[in-house]
Structures are given as structure tokens and as C-alpha cells.
């Protein structure tokens, strides 16, 4: 088992950069989540896959925001045109059923 | 929609007394309940869960919680800490069964162990 993985750990941006971040689930988790937490604050749900199928989408994850899991096993999530509220960590979790969720180290961004 | 209010921020106690988290939920259908532990830097830690059954569930970690329905809450507890325990907790709740599969999160308690 060797955990959930996401690339790049830190990343700094620009305002207005596109920027894209991966995370590698726990091999056959067929699901995928994404979260965004801010400081102080809790994660917030933003996404969840099942296999390659996007099944729930937060209101969060503005027109910006998108998320992909092509071949149902690694996913990208891909913010446009960066803002400094994106500011935050974005954590993933995989699970192989929905009240099982194991999340990985997260990516930090601080756009500019 | 679901809710939870963690009422502490931060909690300071002295290492080897006992703690509680205390942690309440909204819902207007059956949940299921967690808690986590986030040390600096890195991501989420699963504690230990409330699916059904037993309203005491014990956690990795010498944790454990017990569910109140009629009052809605979740508080997790543990008798003697360490300072090995300071870390950020988090009290979470999900739609149970086939419900929607996102973790609704409160805001976290600190805790921070004095030696």
C-alpha cells in the first residue's frame, strides 16, 4: 500500500496562470475525491469520481475548475485563470467504498 | 444539506489528563460520522467512524467517540494524552447509505498538549 500520492507538493502561481495538479489513488480504489481547504478552515468537498465517471460536482467548483480521471485511475484537476482566493491546499482521497476515504499529502498553492 | 459545528478552537491540556472534542451535526437524514487527525503538513488521518450499531466506537491512537442521536453529537475523547497528540482534529459527517459521497467537515479543534 503505498498511499495516495499528489504532485507537485507547493506550487507558486501568478494571478491569471493556469495551473494543473495530479493525484494517484491507492491502486483499484474506484473512487476519487477532491477537497479544498483553506486556513483554519476544513477541507470542502469540490468533486467525486467513480471509475472515470464525474458523479458529484460542489457548487465551489466554479466554471475555473476542472477536474479529469481519463482511464479511471489518476486524476487532474486544473484551475484557470488563478485568482488569489484559489489560494489553499487541495487535498485528494481515494476510497473503495464511500465511508472508507484515504487522502494524500496534499498540493499547497499560493497564487500571487 | 448536512452541517457540523466543532465549539472549540483550540483546546490546551496538560499531557497524561483525558480530552474531549466535542463535535455536533445537522442533518435531516441518517449520517455516517468520523473524525480525523491532521499533523502539520500533511494531509488526513482517519481516526476512527460511526457507521451503525454500538453508539461507542474506539480509534486508532487510544481515541474513541461516542454517537448521541438525540442530541446530535459526536464528541471524541480520549483518557491520558501525549504530546505526540497535538495536531489539528477534524469532526466530519456523510450522508449514510446510497447517499452523496462527499465528506461535509467542521472547522477543526487544536489540540495542545502541555507538558
Known amino acids: 500500500d503505498t498511499g495516495v500520492s499528489q504532485d507537485p507538493r507547493h506550487k507558486i502561481t501568478k494571478r491569471g496562470q493556469n495551473v494543473t495538479f495530479r493525484c494517484d489513488p491507492i491502486?483499484?480504489?474506484?473512487?476519487l475525491y477532491w477537497y479544498r481547504q483553506t486556513l483554519g478552515q476544513g477541507p470542502e468537498f469540490l468533486t467525486y469520481?467513480?471509475?472515470?465517471?464525474?458523479?458529484?460536482k460542489s457548487r465551489l467548483l466554479s466554471d475555473r475548475f476542472s477536474a479529469e480521471r481519463p482511464k479511471g485511475s489518476f486524476s487532474t484537476l486544473e484551475i484557470q485563470r488563478t485568482e488569489q482566493g484559489d489560494s489553499a491546499m487541495y487535498l485528494c482521497?481515494?476510497?473503495?467504498?464511500?465511508?472508507?476515504?484515504?487522502f494524500g499529502p496534499g498540493t499547497r498553492l499560493l497564487v500571487l | 444539506a448536512q452541517s457540523v459545528t466543532q465549539l472549540d478552537s483550540q483546546v490546551p491540556v496538560f499531557e497524561e489528563a483525558p480530552v474531549e472534542l466535542r463535535c455536533n451535526y445537522s442533518?435531516?437524514?441518517?449520517?455516517?460520522l468520523f473524525w480525523y487527525v491532521q499533523y502539520p503538513n500533511q494531509g488526513l488521518q482517519l481516526l476512527l467512524k460511526?457507521?451503525?450499531?454500538?453508539?461507542l466506537v474506539k480509534g486508532i491512537n487510544g481515541f474513541e467517540a461516542e454517537f448521541n442521536k438525540s442530541q446530535t453529537s459526536f464528541h471524541l475523547r480520549k483518557p491520558s494524552v501525549h504530546i505526540s497528540d497535538t495536531a489539528e482534529y477534524f469532526c466530519?459527517?456523510?450522508?449514510?447509505?446510497?447517499?452523496?459521497?462527499?465528506?461535509?467537515f467542521g472547522k477543526g479543534t487544536h489540540l495542545i498538549i502541555q507538558p
Open positions: 482521497a481515494s476510497s473503495p467504498r464511500k465511508e472508507t476515504q484515504y
Open positions: 491502486s483499484e480504489h474506484n473512487r
Open positions: 469520481f467513480q471509475n472515470e465517471a464525474q458523479l458529484e
Open positions: 442533518s435531516s437524514v441518517s449520517v455516517y
Open positions: 460511526y457507521l451503525s450499531g454500538s453508539t
Open positions: 466530519a459527517v456523510m450522508v449514510g447509505g446510497g447517499g452523496a459521497d462527499g465528506l461535509t
